[in-house]
């Protein structure tokens, strides 16, 4: 009998008890080896640093490290598992940042949903960190944590489940449009979920443009009258819903152009698809199971569909984003991910297919060049936007990535 991808994961986490460790980049052989590196040698660094706080990024890795910091309360598409359960996911994604683009990442998973205690617990620990990467926090919570800490450190602060899945599926969005000849001002899109990854999509897709867009949550379409939305909710209805329609997600997905999918498994039928206006673009992203299976929609007369799954073409994978973002960030001291360089990260994604068609949208996951291209061109965006600490060649910065993935 085959075994599941999942019953093979649970093997192979087993047989490696998770995956990253932590590693000296030097050889301690000798006294002076340690000398050198601790006791009694280790104190001018300290002496040079606390004189000069910036010193900090000259003689300690802080440039190059990165928080993964979750409490476990959304993990994947399976809801709030705790801290515990979150571990193998930041594991995973320390991994990714790893493999990807030289960043050393470590998880950190917290006992608390309570959102001072996650800001004070992150902000207390800053220090040791060159950027923060926010996970799988539970909406609405997610946007005031994200929001305070932003305004509180003077690092990175990005939440890669609102601001990743948006920005790389802009970026196939964007070459799903060159195929099928249609602009952003025209197209009518719906997006199912108002959680994180949704309303994140949302106000990008209105910055690029987009002028009819539908926001549905599992009531249905968002919209002013709705009595149950909460703050986040309320500010979606006014930028969204120009005609103010009410409805399900099927009423709200008649005559559209693009489906967005950021929601729940198997909640978009072969009908809803057949709705949608000609030459539609399904992207079903919903983890581990899509709103609808890919092969359902094509055969429902969907043009263009792209999942969150590796073994659908047109993977939508976070993955894609922010490695590259973070390693352009930290080498360039970024004191934010600002909206310049998240555009400039969607655009070079988007830009690497030379020849988009129905199954390549978006560039392989595995393209060497993904995050150089992208690191080069997040740092240009942060010294252009005047968030960047120092200034870099962006070649050199792509350049240095590609050193990093060589020496991996």
Do not use: W
């Not at 019953?7 to 050889?27: D, N, P, T, W, Y």
């Not at 608390?112 to 923060?132: A, L, R």
């Not at 920005?167 to 449009?177: E, F, K, P, R, Y």
């Amino acid at each position: 009998m085959n075994e599941s991808v999942y019953e093979k994961s649970l093997r192979f986490h087993e047989a490696h008890q998770g995956k990253i460790e932590l590693k000296s980049k030097v050889r301690i052989k000798t006294g002076d080896d340690l000398s050198l590196a601790y006791t009694p040698g280790v104190a001018e660094p300290c002496r040079m640093i606390h004189s000069n706080k910036d010193d900090v990024y000259r003689y300690t890795s802080k440039g190059n490290f990165v928080a993964v910091v979750s409490d476990g309360s959304s993990v994947l598409g399976l809801g709030d598992l705790g801290p515990l359960a979150a571990m193998p996911v930041m594991e995973g994604k320390a991994m990714l940042f790893k493999v990807f683009a030289g960043v050393d990442a470590f998880p950190i998973c917290l006992d608390t949903k309570e959102n001072d205690e996650i800001i004070n617990t992150v902000k207390y620990m800053s220090p040791s960190f060159g950027g923060i990467n926010l996970e799988d926090i539970g909406a609405p919570r997610c946007f005031e944590i994200e929001s305070r800490l932003k305004k509180i450190l003077d690092i990175p602060v990005f939440h890669d489940d609102q601001h990743g899945a948006a920005l790389v599926m802009l970026a196939g969005l964007i070459n799903a449009l060159k195929v099928t000849g249609k602009k952003f001002g025209d197209i009518r899109v719906v997006i199912s979920g108002a959680g994180a990854a949704g309303t994140a999509s949302a106000r990008l897709l209105l910055k690029e443009g987009v002028r009819d867009l539908l926001v549905c949550d599992s009531t249905g379409i968002i919209q002013k009258d709705r009595a149950d939305l909460n703050p986040y909710k309320k500010e979606l209805a006014e930028l969204t819903n120009r005609n103010d329609e009410k409805g399900t997600l099927a009423d709200a997905m008649k005559d559209a152009d693009v489906f967005i999918g950021l929601s729940v498994g198997g909640i978009v039928s072969q009908d809803m698809v057949r709705s949608m206006s000609s030459d539609a673009i399904v992207f079903p992203l919903a983890n581990p199971t899509p709103e609808i299976m890919p092969e359902k929609a094509i055969q429902a007369g969907a043009r263009i569909v792209g999942t969150g799954r590796s073994d659908y073409p047109n993977q939508i994978n976070n993955a894609l984003g922010f490695p590259g973002i973070f390693r352009g960030a930290l080498d360039v001291r970024a004191r934010d991910i600002n909206e310049e360089m998240k555009f400039a990260a969607a655009n070079t994604l988007a830009s690497l297919v030379r020849e988009p068609s129905e199954d390549m949208v978006i560039p392989n996951i595995f393209n060497p060049e993904v995050a150089p291209s992208v690191a080069s061109a997040v740092a240009r965006a942060a010294m252009d936007s005047k968030v960047a600490r120092i200034r870099m060649n962006p070649g050199k910065i792509a350049e240095h990535t590609r050193e990093l993935l060589r020496s991996r």
